[in-house]
């Protein structure tokens, strides 16, 4: 278990995603949101399409913990989601929209919740045992595991752009 200042700390963060993530965004051409450096990765806009799907999956997973742990959760297939859902015919604008509210409701009932809650368990179809911790360890993550991604498609789009 960790200390409650890094818990509060891993909280905060979790709680500042979607102003990290503007802030990514924003440093990107919207001529470059499509580019795709190699067949198999993921271009900016479907980036941040899937962030949002992620968040409405982890805003019940988190409610799930809280109100019936124990239960199980249900994992995805982000590949399968990206293609069936046609992520490029999904506005961006409002994948961001939708994630900041996402986002910032479960950051308020976060800190709503008692130190007993953090105790608390489910199972997900595909990780197995997941805790309060683990949970806000993979989505405190996230964000910033994908303005990475966001990152390496800006710079593998400037150097085939001869930028």
């Avoid at 993530?21 to 899937?50: F, G, K």
């Avoid at 199980?72 to 859902?85: I, N, T």
Wanted: hydrophobic share 40%; glycine share 4%.
């Amino acid at each position: 278990m960790p200390h409650p200042s890094e818990r509060q700390t891993k909280i905060d963060r979790y709680g500042q995603a979607h102003a990290l993530l503007v802030a990514a965004v924003a440093r990107y051409p919207r001529a470059m949101w499509q580019s795709r450096p190699a067949p198999n990765l993921w271009t900016v806009h479907e980036i941040i399409v899937h962030i949002t799907d992620s968040e409405a999956n982890s805003f019940v997973r988190l409610r799930r913990l809280i109100a019936e742990p124990g239960r199980a959760v249900l994992g995805y297939d982000e590949e399968v989601w990206a293609k069936a859902l046609d992520y490029h015919s999904q506005s961006p604008e409002d994948a961001l929209e939708l994630f900041r509210w996402l986002r910032h409701t479960s950051y308020v009932l976060l800190l709503a919740q008692p130190d007993s809650v953090w105790a608390h368990t489910v199972t997900h179809s595909d990780s197995g045992l997941v805790t309060m911790d683990t949970w806000l360890d993979t989505y405190d993550r996230h964000v910033p595991d994908h303005i990475d991604q966001m990152e390496a498609v800006y710079l593998a789009w400037r150097v085939q752009a001869g930028a």
